[in-house]
């Protein structure tokens, strides 16, 4: 104690300095004049915290407001809207759905068709189109397409057409279906008695419903600003998630192998951090993030950490019993992983529509479900997003997994990664183009140093070939399934490969045009508000039932001014 006599002493002298020059500055002052002082002070306070701490940070905010007050100024701000009305005719003339469209159904009609007609029209409608997926010749997209299945699956789906999980006293059959998917999916992924989980509509609800979990969970621990950390390689959904639910979403930067980097993940946790994130893999490169070295950091710091696994979910759960084993664990094995995700719409086969959400344990679910106690039309309660759900989907689900069996998903998986090995070596062996970063699923990122790599994703689709078009880096990938598993469609992958990159070789300096151009252009402009905006011009152009022309946009809606 009689050590600190001397520090307390210096301490106390401190203090009484700085008391007295603080009443100096006061002396003359009314009583009104300070308590006014001390009020307006706190509003400052509040505000400057306000401000300063908000979900999105104040470098981006400052940059939205130079950009927008930029679009203001008279001069300036007509020649950008100019070149903005020219990227969204560009866009528009660039959506390959809406060529070749004459006219729109735009009514009801009077009297109803008969089975056969709407069955004719349906022909008509399933035949649009220039890409035959059957083909093998489409990155990801439709992961299975045996004839087999989708006879099945239309049996069943025609069972329950009409069945709704949200009344499972009506549909008991339908419930008990679903509690098996997610138990099943819980075995896979190696949880204990008890984990456990929920059914949604695809990846995005499952990564959604991770998200406002956490979140709920971030404010019960008492954090009001709650705080993601993702690699700024996971899927987009967690972008969403944060918008929806008022998260602030902190990208963590990749090493040069397109890994999640684990020091500065660690460097970026705080006492807001709600939720850590790891994908297996991510979608641009078919990476899989170090898992376990994440997982060590939510252990250390008390932090739920999620893996996305919706892409290659089914994939990497029978990798190793196919003979290809991963080089690090991913599942609930792992001490700290407390939630994954994993489509069953993918890999798993089953029709569009089916994903699982997974739990460690039912206490994290339980921040999930959304509870109305005191609603007049009863109590409601929901798993999910959704209220009413497509019983037919969840029992298609179902049934692929009772009949494609753990075998089944083991040769499939085997045929896929096999593919996926005998390309990455072939390519590896190409000049001017490379992987990035070591793949081990079905992922494989192409870019070059030599060309712009999207001149060889025009050449490859006026090929036939439709593949994924990468940002940040420039890149393009195909997404291995199993209808790129059929005799020679990998072999032709290469050829055409190939035989792009000569015609490319024989002009380096050409201009990248149609699709390639607009993400060159949209990676070069640094007010992202404006690429968002011409994104605008795609999701319009779902909804168009016009024929699009330089003079109007989708919709019929009247363009910028």
Aim: net charge neutral.
């Amino acid at each position: 104690m009689d050590a600190i006599i001397p520090y307390k002493e210096i301490l106390q002298m401190y203090w009484e300095k700085a008391t007295s020059f603080v009443n100096a500055q006061c002396d003359g002052l009314e009583p009104w004049q300070l308590v006014g002082l001390t009020f307006s002070s706190t509003l400052v306070s509040v505000w400057l915290h306000g401000f300063l701490f908000q979900s999105e940070s104040l470098t981006s905010r400052t940059k939205k407001q130079f950009f927008k007050l930029l679009r203001k100024m008279p001069f300036i701000g007509a020649i950008i809207q100019k070149k903005i009305d020219e990227a969204l005719n560009d866009v528009t003339s660039s959506l390959s759905f809406l060529k070749d469209e004459k006219d729109y159904i735009k009514a009801l009609p009077e009297q109803g068709m008969s089975q056969p007609e709407v069955l004719e029209k349906m022909k008509e409608y399933s035949s649009k189109g220039d890409v035959r997926w059957q083909d093998g010749k489409v990155s990801g997209t439709v992961y299975s397409g045996e004839e087999k299945l989708t006879h099945l699956l239309v049996k069943v789906y025609e069972e329950f057409a009409w069945s709704n999980p949200l009344h499972p006293d009506i549909f008991p059959g339908l419930r008990k279906m679903e509690a098996e998917v997610v138990r099943i999916a819980c075995t896979l992924f190696n949880g204990g008695p008890n984990s456990c989980g929920a059914m949604t509509s695809g990846g995005t609800e499952s990564i959604l419903m991770a998200c406002k979990a956490y979140r709920d969970l971030a404010y019960e621990r008492g954090i009001k600003q709650p705080e993601m950390l993702v690699p700024v390689s996971a899927h987009a959904a967690f972008d969403k998630a944060a918008h929806y639910f008022g998260l602030k979403l902190i990208h963590i930067p990749l090493t040069k192998a397109m890994e999640v980097d684990v020091q500065a993940m660690r460097r970026a946790i705080s006492k807001n951090t709600a939720m850590l994130v790891c994908s297996a893999p991510q979608f641009p490169h078919g990476i899989m993030d170090p898992i376990e070295e994440v997982a060590e950091l939510a252990v250390k710091y008390k932090i739920p950490f999620h893996v996305d696994a919706c892409l290659g979910g089914f994939l990497i759960a029978f990798m190793d019993k196919a003979g290809f084993p991963l080089k690090h664990q991913f599942d609930f094995r792992v001490k700290g992983v407390t939630s994954i995700s994993a489509d069953t719409h993918k890999y798993g086969y089953a029709p569009k529509g089916s994903s699982v959400v997974l739990y460690s344990d039912k206490k994290y679910r339980s921040y999930q479900f959304f509870i109305a106690p005191d609603w007049q039309g009863g109590i409601y309660a929901s798993p999910s997003v959704a209220g009413s759900r497509p019983g037919g989907i969840i029992a298609a689900c179902w049934a692929t997994l009772m009949h494609i069996g753990e075998s089944g998903y083991v040769e499939a998986t085997k045929r896929i990664i096999k593919t996926a090995r005998f390309l990455e070596s072939e390519l590896r062996k190409i000049d001017s183009i490379f992987i990035l970063g070591k793949p081990e699923v079905s992922v494989l990122s192409i870019g070059s140093d030599t060309f712009d790599i999207y001149r060889l994703s025009n050449l490859l689709a006026a090929k036939g070939w439709n593949l994924n078009v990468l940002q940040f880096p420039s890149s393009i990938h195909l997404c291995i399934t199993q209808l790129h598993t059929k005799s020679g469609v990998a072999e032709q992958f290469l050829k055409d490969v190939k035989d792009s990159i000569e015609e490319i070789m024989k002009d380096l300096d050409a201009k990248t045009t149609g699709m390639g151009a607009i993400y060159g252009m949209a990676q070069s402009v640094p007010d992202r508000s404006l690429v968002a905006e011409i994104s605008q011009a795609y999701l319009d152009g779902l909804y168009s039932t016009d024929v699009p022309c330089s003079e109007k946009h989708m919709n019929g809606s009247p363009g910028h001014h």
